[in-house]
């Protein structure tokens, strides 16, 4: 079973319920400033202190990996606050690296090839310029998709939120199953279990 790791933020959420429904009881008069009910209020008393409280984030991911591989690097734990965009994993990615090297050194001979092509002018036939640009330009193509893929060896946060369950760590093999649960909590919402002598009783900003 996923255990929730809550925060200050989740307990002062609690703490909130309470002092707003409290006070609004002493605004109409149904207790006292000291929090005593007053003797001559014969409203029940709408009191969170006394309710059983879910609290629900506003949104839940599963955080995947687009390639599968192996984990190298985990930035962050459970509990842990984290920003979009932020890197939560990184897999081992030497292969990758090395492609990209091999890669960019093509398409730097097809640059200088495409620069020797137009110093000797007529002495290449069109069919021959042809090809040269165009192995240029694959190369260059080629370069941009493996560091495509070397990217996809970073997982980052799809979103502002809370790490509350992390699947993976490090030297473990990842593939199409969830690497982290995050869960959005701004904003975060409260349902209250209210007795039923409430139903259709509570307004909004009670």
């Known amino acids: 079973m996923t255990k929730l790791y809550f925060t200050n933020a989740i307990v002062m959420a609690i703490g909130l319920l309470t002092i707003i429904n409290t006070n609004a009881l002493a605004a109409d008069g149904v207790i006292a400033?000291?929090?005593?009910?007053n003797a001559d209020s014969s409203e029940p008393i709408f009191d969170s202190r006394g309710l059983d409280c879910i609290l629900v984030p506003n949104k839940t991911i599963d955080v995947s990996s687009p390639v599968e591989g192996v984990v190298d690097k985990v930035m962050v734990n459970r509990g842990d606050k984290v920003k979009k965009g932020q890197v939560l994993m990184t897999l081992h990615s030497e292969v990758e690296q090395a492609q990209v090297q091999l890669a960019e050194a093509?398409?730097?001979?097809?640059?200088?090839?495409?620069?020797?092509n137009e110093e000797l002018g007529e002495l290449l036939s069109d069919h021959e310029k042809d090809e040269i640009m165009t192995d240029s330009k694959l190369a260059e193509l080629e370069v941009q998709e493996?560091?495509?893929?070397?990217?996809?060896?970073?997982?980052v946060s799809p979103l502002n939120g809370l790490v509350i369950e992390?699947?993976?760590?490090?030297?473990?093999?990842?593939?199409?199953?969830?690497?982290m649960m995050i869960v959005s909590i701004d904003p975060l919402y409260a349902e209250l279990i209210a007795p039923v002598q409430f139903l259709g009783k509570v307004k909004k900003g009670d």
């Open 33 to 37: 400033s000291d929090g005593t009910l």
């Open 106 to 116: 093509r398409a730097e001979f097809g640059l200088r090839t495409v620069n020797r």
């Open 146 to 155: 493996i560091k495509t893929r070397l990217s996809m060896k970073t997982i």
């Open 166 to 179: 992390k699947y993976r760590d490090v030297g473990e093999f990842v593939s199409e199953e969830p690497v």
